[in-house]
Structures are given as C-alpha cells and as structure tokens.
C-alpha cells in the first residue's frame, strides 16, 4: 500500500522556523507524481498548504503568504517543506499528500496519505 511517512513536527515559537519532510513507501517513482503539504487545525478541516507537480510547477494556499517552501528529491522519494515566521495558527498536525502528475484547483485531493506530523507553535 503507497503511503507517506512524515517527520519533523516539534514544539516552535512565534516566529520561529521548521523543516517538514515525509518519505514515500509503496511507490515505484515519485516522478509522476504531484505531492502536496496540507494543515489541519484543532477542531477543523485538512487544508491544503503547499504542491509541488510532477514537472517541479508549485502552489501554495492563501494562508501561507510567501512563508512556506516546498521541495521535491524524485531520487530519495522525499518531499520537504520549509516553514519559516511561524504563527500560533499554523499549529496542528501536518499531512503529505500524493496525486498523479499535476496539482490540479486548490484544495488538491490527493490518492495517498500520510498519517501527519504534529506542530505547535506557542510561547
């Protein structure tokens, strides 16, 4: 079964910055593949934050601002995303997300999940 697994959650403060990464399983080549970050906050709905196409073309979600980066490594079936001037309401568990070739319109569905990676970002 083709899944992600995440990494990198921590405990952060206002301002501060994280490196988020998640590792494909189950998938022959990530070539093909769109991979997208997405937030879920305490309380609310999975939203797409970051994705970046097969072809390398990224997206990002309104409330990101310029913020966050997201990366790909096809040779290490990795995908990354960099978080920098983090704010209170980034916190809440982050998703790696997968879909053939393109991003398509925002929110992304994705095929494949993750299981998340926790981030709080408190004082």
């Known amino acids: 079964q083709s899944h992600f697994v995440e990494s990198g959650g921590d405990l952060v403060q206002p301002g501060g910055s994280l490196r988020l990464s998640c590792v494909a399983e189950g998938f022959t080549t990530l070539d093909y593949w769109a991979i997208g970050w997405f937030h879920q906050a305490p309380g609310k709905e999975r939203q797409g934050v970051a994705c970046i196409a097969s072809g390398g073309t990224t997206y990002y979600g309104a409330s990101v601002n310029d913020r966050f980066t997201i990366s790909r490594d096809n040779a290490k079936n990795t995908a990354t995303l960099e978080m920098n001037l983090l704010k209170p309401e980034d916190t809440g568990t982050y998703f790696c997300?997968?879909?053939?070739?393109?991003?398509?319109?925002?929110?992304?569905?994705?095929?494949?999940w993750g299981k998340g990676t926790l981030v709080n970002v408190s004082s």
């Open positions: 997300g997968a879909r053939w070739a393109a991003c398509g319109s925002w929110p992304w569905t994705m095929e494949y």
